[in-house]
């Protein structure tokens, strides 16, 4: 079925340690979108890449990096965890369809940080 | 800067009575609005939109959602809600039609439907 992956599901880390989530589109969107959700705190924009090629900062980019490594794939990584990189985190896509439909979203990865 | 708010961490409705989960919006220029649904371990899923038109809207699962320009807000309505409708419910907006504007959410309403 058509939309977007994200690997892995599930992650637990221990403080310090590194790691990157996957996230995968096969709607041929020009944008992708890396997201947390905290509770209480709704959706805040981590990256998000307007189009192959390009990245840019959202809302909370510290202790973050992304790779934009084709129209496909957009991925993020942690290069030291810490606890409050606890979360769930959400990829998003959106193409020329945007204004009818929003933005696609991945399942989710739970991350834990201990 | 666009901002939407959801005044309500959680609403409680009985199955079978109206619901009515709130968003109030700031944008300049023509909004694009939007409601999200998310169930448990779930992304969030695309529910109903507004962009010109009809200042009702109707979206999946029976919901609908009224656009009041002069109040700025998106309230998401069912008539009768079901317990199955239980979920976290996200209002966003976007400025403009541009593929590069990017979608701001509100906090989310977690709605509670009891049996």
């Known amino acids: 079925n058509a939309g977007v992956t994200q690997t892995p599901k599930f992650q637990v880390l221990k403080t310090g340690q590194s790691m990157t989530l996957q996230c995968a589109q096969d709607?041929?969107?020009?944008?992708m979108y890396w997201y947390r959700q905290d509770p209480g705190m709704g959706l805040r924009l981590i990256y998000y890449?307007?189009?192959?090629?390009?990245?840019d900062k959202g809302e909370v980019p510290n202790g973050y990096n992304v790779s934009r490594l084709n129209k496909r794939e957009f991925s993020l990584r942690l290069e030291s965890a810490a606890p409050s990189q606890t979360s769930v985190y959400f990829c998003?896509?959106?193409?020329?369809?945007?204004?009818?439909?929003?933005?696609?979203f991945g399942s989710g990865t739970r991350l834990t940080v201990v | 800067a666009q901002s939407v708010a959801q005044p309500e961490d959680q609403v409680n409705v009985a199955e079978g009575n109206p619901l009515t989960v709130k968003c109030t919006y700031s944008?300049?220029?023509?909004?694009?609005l939007f409601w999200y649904v998310q169930y448990p371990n779930r992304g969030l899923q695309f529910l109903l939109k507004?962009?010109?038109?009809?200042?009702l809207v109707k979206g999946s699962y029976g919901f609908e959602a009224e656009f009041n320009k002069s109040q700025t807000s998106f309230h998401l309505k069912k008539p009768s809600a079901l317990v199955s409708d239980s979920a976290l419910y996200f209002c966003?907006?976007?400025?403009?039609?541009?593929?590069?504007?990017?979608?701001?959410f509100g906090s989310g309403t977690r709605l509670s439907i009891r049996p």
């Open positions: 966003a907006v976007r400025q403009g039609d541009s593929s590069a504007s990017k979608i701001i």
């Open positions: 890449s307007a189009s192959e090629g390009t990245t």
């Open positions: 944008v300049s220029g023509n909004p694009y």
């Open positions: 709607m041929n969107h020009n944008s």
């Open positions: 507004y962009i010109t038109g009809d200042n």
């Open positions: 998003a896509s959106s193409g020329w369809d945007s204004a009818n439909y929003g933005y696609t």
